[in-house]
C-alpha cells in the first residue's frame, strides 16, 4: 500500500472485522469493505467477484465502478483478467490492463476510464471464493507492499466468508460456493447408490478471529506453535518402529524440512506485523503455497501438497485447539467425505457408513477393499469435494456411475431416490431366489460363490444365497495393521472363517500385496508401473518367511476341514510349482509337530496374466483349479490401466479378442479335468455373467449384492440358446455385447 506502514494494514483489518461483525445485511456489509479497501490503498475503485457457481464469477460490490453492474456482470473462470486470477490463483498487476493478453472490456461497469488493475484471488486453503480487485485512474504498477497487503485483506475476506459474514436474508444473501448444487465426476469404486450427510473425516479447522490485535502476542503464539509442531516431528522420526525405515524415515525428514523452513516462519510473521493472528497467516501461507504447487508441471513438486497441507493443518490444530474430534454428531445417515483415507481407519467407522467419497485413491486401494467388504458405494477421484462439502451437506453417491451430487437440486434428488427405489425393490424380488440353484432353463447349473475379505462379511453368505466363498482377500488382516499378524492370530480368524461358513468351500488367496496394496510397515517400492512389478506371489516367494507363516496358519486354522488355497498373480508354471512346493513343506512340517491336518487339501491359481493362457496342458493338470482374475487379466491383455479412467472403460470384456482368450483358457482346463471360475467385476454383472456360462465357465464369484441379479437372469434363459446365438455371432463378426443384449431382451 502506498505509504503504509503495519499500523495501517493492522487498522484497515480491524475496521474491516467491525464492518463485517456488525449488524445488517450481507450487501451493506459487502459495500463498505470496498469503500474502505479503496479508501486505504488510495484507489478509485475496490470491487469484489464472487463465484455464483463452480465456472462463474459475479460482481458482488464495488467502490468506484458503475452501481447497476452490480449482480450484473459475469465472467467464466478464465475469462478476462478477474477470470484469470481465479483460474490461477495467482494475483495480476498492470499499469495498462486493456493491453494484457485475455483483457475483456466491460462496458457496463464503467471501468475504462482505470487502466491501473490489481486483482488477488479471495481462496481459502486451495478452496477459491473469488477475486479482489483495485483499479485507479492513475497509469501505475502496483508495488510488491501493495499487493502482499491486498492478500492479506483477500485471506480475512475468505475467512470471514467462511464463517458465513456474506450470508443475510433470502433476499440480500451473496451466492457463496457452499450454497449451491455441485457435482463430481469421479471413478466408481464400488457399486451402489446411498443418499445421507457429508461426514468429513478430517473436518476443516475454523479460523474464528482471522485478525489480531496484538502482533508481538500473535507471534510469540505462532513460534510456541511452530516449536510444538517441531517437537511432534522429531519424535515421530526417533519412534524406533518408523525409523527402522529407510522410506518413513525419508517422509518424516522431508516434514522436518518444513517444519524447520526459515522462510515459511518469516513469511508468516510478515502476515501478522500486516494484522492477521496467527491462524490466519499459517493459512494464507498454506493457501498461496497450493496455488503454487498445484500449478507446478513437476510431479514431484505436486506430490509435496501432501506434505505441506499435513503439516499446516497440524500446526492450526495445535494454535487453535481443535483435534480431529470437533464434538460434531455423526448424521445418522452418514456418507464419509475425506481426501484419502486408511483400511484401519474405514474399518473403525464400520457398517454406520452408508457411502465413502474420496478426492484420491485406486480402485483396487486398500480403501476400495474395505468398501466392498462393507457393502458400501464408494467414489474415488471425485477432485476438490473436501474444499467444498460441510458436515450435514445433504450428497448422493452413485457408485454404479462414480457420480456424486452435492446438495442436490430437489429434481435431481428425486430421480435419485426413484433409481434406489427400483434397486431396493429389485433386491426384495432376488432375496425369493436365495435358496434355489442358478439353473438355466435348459438345465445348465451354474455355482455361484461370493468374494470376501473380513469376518464382517461372512452373513452375507447366508443372506445372498451363494454357494460358498471363491476368493477370501487374506491382505486385509495384513493392511488394517502396523505390524505383521501372528500366526496364532491369523490361524485363529481362519478358524471362524471356515466356522461361520457352515461347511460350504472357501478359497483363501495368499497375500496379495504390492502394486497400490503397499503394507503400512513394509518398505515401498519406487517402481515405474507398480501394477507389473513386484507384487502377490512375486513378493512370496522372495519374502519366504511370511509367506511360510501364512501357509502355516491356514493349515492350523484348517485342521480337520478342508482347506482350499490359492496362489495370485501365476504368470508362469515355475512360480506355481515353488509356491506349491513350499505348502507342501510346510504340511510335512505341521504333520511332524502333531498338528492336526486338514481333512482335504485343494491347490489352485489364480490367471490374471495372458501369459498363463498359454502354458502348456500339464501346468493345468497341475493345479486343482483355476480361477480367472477378470481384473487384472483385462488390464493387461488390453494394456488398459484400470485406474486410468481415460481408457479402463474403453475395452470390452465380451469382443472378440476377449473371449477367444477365454476361450484358450476354457479348453486348456476342460482337456486337463480342471473346475474354472471366474472371479472380478464382470462376473458380477449380469450381461457378461451369461455370456461367460455361456461359453463353459460354470462358476462365478463375485461381490453378495450382484448374486440375486445374476441368479435371477441365469434362471430365465436357455444357456444353450445363448451359446449358438454367441457363436453365431462371433462366426459373422457382429457384435457380441449387442447380440446377447438383444437375446436377453426376448428372453
Keep these: 500500500m502506498p505509504n503504509r506502514d503495519d499500523r495501517d494494514s493492522r487498522q484497515l483489518l480491524r475496521r474491516l472485522r467491525d464492518t463485517l461483525a456488525a449488524a445488517g445485511a450481507s450487501q451493506d456489509r459487502l459495500d463498505e469493505i470496498t469503500h474502505h479497501i479503496a479508501d486505504s490503498m488510495g484507489t478509485e475503485v475496490c470491487s469484489v467477484y464472487l463465484f455464483r457457481d463452480a465456472d462463474t464469477l459475479e460482481l458482488c460490490a464495488t467502490e468506484g465502478l458503475k452501481a447497476e453492474s452490480v449482480h450484473m456482470t ?3 473462470l478464465g475469462e478476462g483478467l478477474v477470470g484469470r486470477v481465479a483460474r490461477t490463483g495467482r494475483h495480476v498487476n498492470t499499469a495498462n490492463a486493456p493491453a494484457e493478453p485475455g483483457f475483456r472490456f466491460m462496458p457496463e461497469t464503467g471501468e475504462e ?26 497509469a501505475r ?29 433470502a433476499e440480500d444473501s451473496l451466492p457463496l460456493i457452499h450454497r449451491f448444487p455441485s457435482f463430481f465426476r469421479g471413478t466408481s469404486g464400488q457399486e451402489g447408490a446411498a443418499e445421507g450427510r457429508v461426514w468429513l473425516h478430517e473436518p476443516r479447522v475454523v479460523v474464528a478471529n482471522p485478525v489480531g490485535d496484538d502482533p508481538v502476542k500473535e507471534k510469540a503464539r505462532l513460534l510456541e506453535g511452530v516449536e510444538t509442531l517441531r517437537q511432534r516431528v522429531d519424535s515421530m522420526l526417533a519412534n524406533a518402529d518408523m525409523g527402522a525405515d529407510g522410506d518413513h524415515a525419508q517422509v518424516l525428514e522431508a516434514y522436518r524440512m518444513f517444519a524447520h523452513s526459515r522462510s515459511w516462519l518469516r513469511r508468516m510473521e510478515e502476515d501478522i506485523e500486516l494484522g492477521l493472528s496467527a491462524e490466519a497467516a499459517v493459512e494464507k501461507e498454506q493457501s498461496q503455497a497450493r496455488a503454487r504447487l498445484e500449478m507446478a508441471a513437476d510431479p514431484y513438486l ?37 481426501r484419502n483415507i486408511g483400511p484401519a481407519e474405514l474399518l473403525d467407522y464400520g457398517r454406520k457408513l452408508k457411502g465413502v467419497v474420496l478426492e484420491e485413491g485406486s480402485v483396487g486401494s486398500h480403501a476400495a477393499i474395505v468398501a466392498r467388504a462393507l457393502a458400501i458405494p464408494l467414489v474415488i477421484h471425485a477432485a476438490r469435494i473436501t474444499s467444498e462439502a460441510l458436515n450435514g451437506d445433504g450428497i448422493m453417491v452413485d457408485g454404479d456411475v462414480g457420480v456424486v451430487h452435492l446438495r442436490p437440486e430437489e429434481s435431481v434428488a428425486k430421480a435419485f431416490r426413484d433409481k434406489i427405489a427400483m ?14 440353484p442358478a439353473m438355466s432353463t435348459c438345465g445348465t447349473r ?72 503397499v503394507l503400512p510397515y513394509m518398505k515401498p517400492q519406487d517402481e515405474p508401473n507398480p501394477a507389473m512389478g513386484w507384487r502377490a506371489i512375486r513378493v512370496g516367494l522372495e519374502k519366504r518367511g511370511v509367506l511360510r507363516m501364512q501357509l502355516q496358519a491356514l493349515i492350523r486354522g484348517a485342521a480337520g476341514r478342508p482347506l482350499h488355497v490359492m496362489f495370485p498373480f501365476v504368470s508362469e508354471p515355475s512360480e506355481f510349482d515353488m509356491a506349491h512346493k513350499m505348502l507342501m513343506e510346510e504340511i510335512a512340517r505341521e504333520q511332524r ?3 492336526a491336518m486338514p481333512l482335504d487339501i485343494r491347490v489352485g491359481t489364480m490367471l490374471e496374466t495372458p501369459s498363463l493362457a498359454f502354458a502348456p496342458v500339464s501346468f493345468f493338470r497341475s493345479c486343482d483349479f483355476v480361477s480367472i482374475g477378470g481384473n487384472d487379466l483385462k488390464q493387461f491383455f488390453f494394456a488398459a490401466d484400470r485406474e486410468n479412467e481415460r481408457v479402463r472403460r474403453r475395452y470390452d470384456t465380451l469382443s472378440e479378442p476377449f473371449l477367444a482368450l477365454l476361450d484358450q483358457v476354457i479348453a486348456r482346463c476342460e482337456e486337463a479335468g480342471v473346475t474354472l471360475s471366474f472371479c472380478g467385476e464382470d462376473a458380477g454383472r449380469p450381461v457378461e455373467a451369461v455370456t461367460f456360462a455361456a461359453l463353459g465357465i460354470r462358476r462365478l464369484s463375485m461381490r453378495p449384492a450382484s448374486i440375486g441379479p445374476v441368479k435371477h437372469l441365469i434362471r430365465k434363459i436357455s444357456l444353450q440358446d445363448l451359446r449358438a446365438a454367441i457363436a453365431e455371432a462371433r462366426l459373422a463378426g457382429e457384435p457380441v455385447r449387442r447380440v446377447v443384449t438383444e437375446f436377453l431382451a426376448r428372453s
Excluded: C, W
Design 423 to 436: 434397486q431396493a425393490e429389485a433386491q426384495k424380488r432376488y432375496s425369493g431366489l436365495r435358496d434355489l
Design 302 to 338: 505436486r506430490d509435496r501438497l501432501h506434505d505441506l497441507d499435513d503439516l499446516s493443518n497440524r500446526l492450526l490444530r495445535i494454535l487453535t485447539g481443535q483435534g480431529s474430534d470437533t464434538g460434531a454428531e455423526m448424521p445418522d445417515d452418514p456418507i464419509l467425505v475425506a
Design 74 to 76: 459475469r465472467l467464466k
Design 141 to 169: 504498477q502496483f508495488t510488491e507492499d501493495d499487493v502482499y497487503g491486498l492478500e492479506v485483506v483477500a485471506m480475512v475476506l475468505a475467512e470471514m466468508a467462511e464463517l458465513g459474514a456474506f450470508q443475510g436474508t
Design 593 to 595: 509337530l502333531g498338528h
Design 446 to 517: 451354474v455355482e455361484l460363490f461370493m468374494n470376501a475379505g473380513l469376518m464382517a462379511d461372512l452373513p452375507s453368505l447366508e443372506h445372498s444365497g451363494a454357494e460358498g466363498v471363491g476368493l477370501f482377500r487374506t491382505e486385509l488382516q495384513f493392511l488394517t495393521r502396523t505390524r505383521v499378524p501372528r500366526r496364532s492370530e491369523l490361524a485363529a480368524l481362519y478358524t471362524r472363517v471356515m466356522e461361520a461358513a457352515k461347511g460350504r468351500h472357501v478359497v483363501f488367496r495368499t497375500l496379495d500385496i504390492g502394486s497400490d496394496k
Design 113 to 138: 476510464v482505470y487502466p491501473s488493475f490489481l486483482g488477488v484471488p479471495i481462496q481459502r486453503v486451495g478452496e477459491k471464493l473469488g477475486v479482489l480487485v483495485v483499479q485507479s485512474r492513475e
